[in-house]
T-cell receptor, first 110, second 115 residues
Framework: QKEVEQNSGPLSVPEGAIASLNCTYS??????FFWYRQYSGKSPELIMF????GDKEDGRFTAQLNKASQYVSLLIRDSQPSDSATYLC??????????FGKGTRLHILP | DTEVTQTPKHLVMGMTNKKSLKCEQH?????MYWYKQKAKKPPELMFV???????INESVPSRFSPECPNSSLLNLHLHALQPEDSALYLC??????????????FGPGTRLLVL
């Protein structure tokens, strides 16, 4: 059974600080890793994807992947109230599926 | 353009009704997906089409019937649903579904309520 684990939160972070979201996965054969942001009542929106070990930066977002530890994280710098949402970690393997974690609720405190 | 569109946005139906959800993408993607999402839960995969052929059916009850008329369109036909089928139904698309774990782009979803 392939699993993707996330802390459900809520994770409360002061405005302007760095929010750090973590995710672990069970399948060592996983090849692709995604972070989606989902506002309440809306559909998931792709924030980042990463395929290789290391860091990938896009604006205020940095995804970090460590395949040896089966760990992927998302850092959000200069957190804004509009970043308050549920963040879904998703992991893809060799088939057509991506497996979603249960999501972490992030709350940015003004 | 990474847009996937879905209609209708909201749907209320009785348990004896027949209705259809529609999804469309014009990104040239050849893989399309249906997901079901209940409140405070992650999306659950229902069906995957790759090159207009059903490649994955996650043991979904037959009251849900997918159809892929062409590479841009995906339908989900609903018949004799139960109240527990009330959820947000999400459509997604990706490049072609052949290289595994591709980036999927989601539509806005259809919020379904079964009475």
């Amino acid at each position: 059974q392939k699993e993707v684990e996330q802390n459900s939160g809520p994770l409360s972070v002061p405005e302007g600080a760095i929010a750090s979201l973590n995710c672990t996965y069970s399948d060592r054969g996983s090849q692709s890793f995604f972070w989606y942001r989902q506002y309440s009542g809306k559909s998931p929106e792709l924030i980042m994807f990463i395929y290789s070990n290391g860091d990938k930066e896009d604006g205020r977002f940095t995804a970090q992947l460590n395949k040896a530890s089966q760990y992927v994280s998302l850092l959000i710098r200069d957190s804004q109230p509009s970043d308050s949402a549920t963040y879904l970690c998703a992991v893809g393997g060799v088939d057509d599926k991506i497996i979603f974690g249960k999501g972490t609720r992030l709350h940015i405190l003004p | 353009d990474t847009e996937v569109t879905q209609t209708p946005k909201h749907l209320v139906m009785g348990m004896t009704n027949k209705k259809s959800l529609k999804c469309e993408q014009h990104m040239g993607h050849r893989a399309m997906y249906w997901y079901k999402q209940k409140a405070k839960k992650p999306p659950e995969l229902m069906f995957v089409y790759s090159y207009e052929k059903l490649s994955i059916n996650e043991s979904v009850p037959s009251r849900f019937s997918p159809e892929c008329p062409n590479s841009s369109l995906l339908n989900l036909h609903l018949h004799a649903l139960q109240p527990e089928d009330s959820a947000l139904y999400l459509c997604a698309s990706s490049q072609d579904g052949t290289s595994g774990g591709e980036t999927q782009y989601f539509g806005p979803g259809t919020r379904l309520l079964v009475l």
